[in-house]
């Protein structure tokens, strides 16, 4: 019989006094899960207080049934992903007639309280929730690599970038308008040179003027802290972040997720790793994770980007809500609350939150305080503007905070493109849902060699131009599905991110080329005299359309110290158009491939 003093505990964890749990700690978990508004099991197992090991064994022993810890199989007929989320498998081979269990949460109360029918049966067996899902990641590995690249290209092709790599001629189709471009640009005539740059500059100012009208339209936003929400319980919070060769952040990745200010026991962390990895991976055994961590190693397979990582651990997320972190990210700590009050606070169809992007080691050199400026114009600015427009709005490649049912529903991300991120954001605007920014702050590392800064932005590039594929190959059907005037908006958006970093250079540099010429107050003809002042024009509205929201950034962060970095901006645009060159090369002989930007190797920091 109970002591007095834990005669008032809950069943899910009253079980483990007869097997030496102290009353100390059993009462401690269920202050925790008051305090938190959940279940004692889940508070103990959060906090430490007894091992999942542990817990499931003594109920294994409490229920008369095995603790499985050996390796069997599922049943043939067995549904992956289906199998994780029910946490119920039934067992093939001698134990045919047999099931595993791996209960958490509500099912966790319907085996104490049919325990004694189990033990009857002897057809169940129970198991640690992460050793039924290592089962199920080695026997479903087929389904899981097909499922993490292929659903959404079988499901739904329209929205994906893949296709078959020697299909050059596709590539060559959607490609081609660039193509005929810039062979009127360098080897036509007069007349179809002029026509050329009256169509790229068009464009250009079409995307000009929708980012000063996004600074026009943008609110002071003021970043705030979160305040508490809800009360109890917190929703389940799910948190993916896929690491590859990053042992040198893997300890600072740990520590500001675990610094996050949300109950334990509603949180999961799910670190994706590529198999094969073994350097990170020792680093974070090293760490010693909290309890609520989990480490899912991606299985070889093609294509070897990030989406597909984060469709790996997509079926084994638990969450109501899902962020996604880049492994050198410094979240806000109070992120994941800012995130819930602004879902709470936004209309319905509301699927995702950008929060705002920084850079912490801004001081590092020219590249970084450019960056830095960069990611100040963008996410402080620009993107709030686009919101206030109703625009859809390409997605940064962290800190996206989800609905985890619409991530779901728009088949999570594609593991084809390498700005998933982007494309995951005019995705949700085409299935009908919003994407708004968070008034919360990510830091980032930002790469401080050219080399890095390069593959980075190559890889950047290479992803626009599949978006730019993937959304206007059907013009018609974005316009049926986004309306008019955000369809123009989506074109006029990517066609700047893809075209603008290629060109614009060129158009900026032939302007002053024919200034130099004295063709600006004497052209030689008419057709030159129309190129001198429409490329003025565009040059012009151009230099606006950098400078506003970049000094609007820079006061909006607080970056005046490097505010002078602004004069260099030339040949910050100079290194973008190589990386949009070697983009270009990419697309037509790597296209899927990842490059990789390495971390860890900031010397400053900002101030948080």
Same mark, same amino acid.
């Given at each position: ?15 483990? @006094? ?13 202050? /925790? ?41 599922? $049943?043939?007929?067995? %549904?992956?992903?289906?199998?994780? +989320? ?48 290592? /089962? ?32 050059? @001629? ?15 640009? #360098? &080897? ?24 000063? $009208? ?6 002071? +936003? ?18 993916? #972040? ?9 300890? +600072?990745?740990? $520590? ?12 999961? =962390? ?27 190693? @991606?299985?070889?397979?093609?294509? +070897?980007?990030?989406?597909?990582? /984060? ?23 109070? %992120? ?33 305080? /450019? ?16 919101? %206030? ?25 594609? @593991? ?18 919003? #994407? ?11 790469? =401080? ?41 989506? $074109? ?22 024919? =200034? ?49 970095? =602004? ?16 983009? &270009? ?24």
């Amino acid at each position: 019989m109970l002591d007095r003093p834990l005669a008032g505990l809950a069943p899910d964890i009253a079980f483990l @006094a007869a097997f030496g749990v102290s009353a100390a700690t059993l009462l401690n978990a269920q202050h /925790l899960a008051a305090h938190e508004g959940v279940y004692a099991h889940e508070a103990g197992l959060a906090h430490g207080l007894f091992s999942d090991d542990d817990y499931y064994r003594f109920l294994a022993d409490h229920c008369g049934v095995p603790f499985c810890t050996s390796q069997v199989a599922f $049943s043939d007929a067995s %549904q992956y992903p289906k199998i994780l +989320r029910d946490g119920i498998g039934r067992l093939a081979g001698m134990f045919a007639q047999g099931w595993l269990l791996a209960p958490r949460g509500q099912a966790l109360f319907f085996v104490l309280a049919n325990a004694a029918a189990m033990r009857q049966t002897g057809r169940f067996a129970i198991a640690t929730p992460r050793h039924f899902s290592a /089962l199920a990641q080695h026997q479903f590995r087929p389904e899981m690599l097909d499922q993490a690249s292929h659903d959404l290209p079988r499901l739904h092709p329209e929205y994906s970038a893949h296709y078959p790599v020697k299909d050059n @001629a596709r590539r060559l189709l959607q490609t081609l308008p660039g193509i005929v471009i810039a062979f009127a640009l #360098v &080897f036509a005539s007069a007349q179809a040179a002029a026509m050329a740059y009256t169509i790229l500059g068009s464009l250009f100012l079409g995307a000009m003027w929708l980012r000063l $009208s996004a600074c026009i339209a943008t609110p002071e +936003r003021h970043f705030q802290a979160g305040a508490p929400v809800r009360g109890s319980p917190m929703p389940r919070y799910s948190i993916l #972040v896929a690491m590859k060769d990053e042992a040198d952040v893997a300890a +600072r990745l740990v $520590s500001a997720l675990a610094a996050l200010d949300y109950p334990k026991s509603r949180l999961q =962390v799910i670190l994706i790793l590529e198999e094969g990895d073994h350097a990170t991976l020792a680093a974070l055994n090293h760490l010693g994770l909290p309890p609520y961590f989990e480490i899912l190693q @991606a299985p070889f397979g093609q294509p +070897r980007t990030k989406p597909r990582a /984060l469709n790996m651990a997509l079926p084994q997320v638990q969450g109501e809500f899902l962020v996604v972190f880049d492994a050198e990210d410094l979240p806000h700590p109070m %992120q994941l609350r800012a995130a819930l009050q602004a879902f709470e606070r936004a209309p319905r169809r509301t699927a995702c939150l950008q929060a705002h992007l920084a850079i912490e080691n801004h001081s590092d050199s020219w590249l970084t305080q /450019l960056f830095a400026i960069e990611y100040a114009a963008l996410f402080d600015v620009i993107n709030p503007g686009l919101c %206030q427009l109703g625009m859809p709005l390409p997605l940064g490649g962290s800190s996206n905070h989800f609905k985890v049912e619409a991530l779901r529903e728009t088949m999570g991300w594609d @593991a084809w493109n390498v700005t998933e991120d982007a494309d995951l954001g005019l995705r949700f605007a085409r299935f009908g849902y919003d #994407v708004e920014t968070l008034a919360s702050t990510t830091y980032e590392e930002a790469p =401080v060699r050219l080399r890095a800064w390069l593959n980075q932005r190559a890889r950047w590039q290479k992803g626009w131009m599949q978006t730019a594929n993937v959304h206007l190959s059907r013009p018609w059907a974005l316009v049926r599905q986004l309306g008019l005037a955000r369809a123009t908006g989506v $074109s006029l958006m990517l066609a700047g991110m893809v075209l603008g970093p290629l060109l614009g250079p060129i158009l900026f540099f032939h302007m002053l080329y024919r =200034v130099a010429l004295g063709q600006f107050l004497n052209p030689p003809s008419v057709i030159a005299a129309w190129l001198v002042a429409f490329n003025s024009l565009v040059a012009i509205c151009g230099t606006f359309a950098v400078l506003v929201p970049a000094m609007l950034g820079i006061r909006r962060r607080r970056l005046g110290a490097i505010a002078a970095a =602004v004069l260099l901006l030339p040949a910050y645009y100079l290194v973008g158009m190589a990386a949009a060159l070697l983009a &270009f090369w990419d697309y037509f002989v790597t296209p899927f491939h990842w490059r990789k930007t390495a971390h860890g190797l900031a010397r400053g920091r900002a101030a948080q």
